[in-house]
């Protein structure tokens, strides 16, 4: 298939609709308003649904419905809009609905600013709804990617039943490159569990009510144990010069690229440096972090954040190595000269603990 030059945000449109996506439901924010424009353009001439929702509550509550009829359905949003979508999603998880969701971040919090950011990792990887529930959640680095975690959110979000986030920053969502999408999916009768308003479906009730004490419990160790299941079989992450790296960068989403290019640059100069990319945020590679911490000195973090995917990188390695970490927010993105000083400078005193 010949590739097509083309947004972040509208390859995430076409490669659902390759995925068997046919409904759409959303509010317009920057960055990612270009998702509904294209939705708004694309869906209706495959025969599926758009509709510009009166809000995101709104929005998340249609995909509720959608899905319940086992439709594959999106929406797709920005930080404040996400915020309004956390209760909906909270039910779709207790439902065990499945759908994708795209959020491209801005700066925040409250309304911020328009410009990228890193910031939603807290509210979409750990949840900002109510109760015991979790999210997958997938960390496009690139056009191409953008495409191709799509397709592969619409997989997992049938596969386990349970709402999917593409968390991508505004320089993702914004910027074009080459992508090539992958065949058209072939979808799946529609599922066992979901309501078709026909006779034969009229006895399914799909709710995230469950009022006994008991009842409750045993669903959410039902839920509990598929994202055991998750995090046991969907981890994922890029390695780049890691195989014998002292020190390790770690970031996702367009820091990951900018940490690609100071690994390149370091290894030129003969400095023993790797990166470690999450694809995955939830399920985090925890395990990815502990193999490379068996010969790694030390672990460098970079976010567009105020430090918040840093508290899993420690968790996961568990005081096993020391963690640095440099920070941009506000929609700064960090230099790669700033980057590369900080890396060198850390570098270098390592080199002196080792002597």
């Not at 569990?193 to 004490?213: D, P, Q």
């Not at 770690?250 to 694809?279: D, Q």
């Amino acid at each position: 298939m010949r590739k097509q030059l083309m947004k972040g945000n509208e390859a995430i449109v076409k490669s659902a609709i390759l995925a068997g996506c046919r409904a759409f439901y959303g509010y317009p924010i920057t960055p990612a308003s270009e998702i509904a424009e294209a939705a708004a353009l694309y869906m209706p001439q495959t025969g599926g649904v758009f509709l510009q929702a009166e809000s995101e509550v709104a929005a998340i509550n249609m995909l509720y419905g959608a899905s319940s009829a086992g439709v594959r359905c999106m929406t797709a949003s920005s930080g404040p809009g996400i915020s309004l979508m956390q209760e909906g999603i909270s039910y779709m998880a207790g439902a065990e609905l499945p759908c994708v969701i795209a959020d491209i971040t801005r700066g925040g919090p409250g309304l911020g600013n328009i410009a990228s950011e890193q910031s939603d990792y807290h509210q979409v990887v750990k949840g900002g709804g109510n109760g015991n529930y979790r999210t997958i959640v997938l960390a496009p680095y690139s056009v191409q990617e953008m495409a191709d975690l799509t397709t592969l959110a619409f997989e997992l979000a049938d596969r386990y039943r349970n709402p999917v986030v593409i968390l991508a920053d505004g320089f993702v969502g914004q910027m074009m490159e080459p992508v090539e999408f992958a065949a058209k999916a072939i979808l799946p009768e529609r599922p066992y569990w979901a309501v078709a308003g026909t006779e034969e479906t009229r006895a399914k009730m799909i709710t995230s009510l469950h009022m006994g004490a008991d009842d409750l419990e045993g669903h959410v160790l039902s839920l509990e144990a598929k994202y055991r299941r998750a995090e046991q079989s969907e981890a994922r992450a890029e390695h780049w010069y890691t195989e014998d790296a002292e020190v390790v960068l770690v970031g996702y989403g367009i820091v990951g690229r900018i940490l690609k290019a100071v690994t390149a640059e370091l290894r030129a100069k003969g400095l023993k440096v790797g990166m470690l990319r999450p694809v995955t945020l939830y399920p985090f590679p925890k395990a990815e972090f502990q193999k490379l911490a068996e010969r790694a000195h030390s672990f460098v973090v970079v976010e567009m954040s105020n430090g918040q995917m840093i508290e899993d990188v420690r968790l996961a390695l568990n005081g096993s190595r020391p963690v640095e970490f440099l920070s941009r927010v506000g929609g700064n993105v960090p230099s790669h000269e700033e980057v590369l000083k900080f890396v060198m400078a850390h570098a270098e005193r390592e080199q002196v603990a080792h002597v």
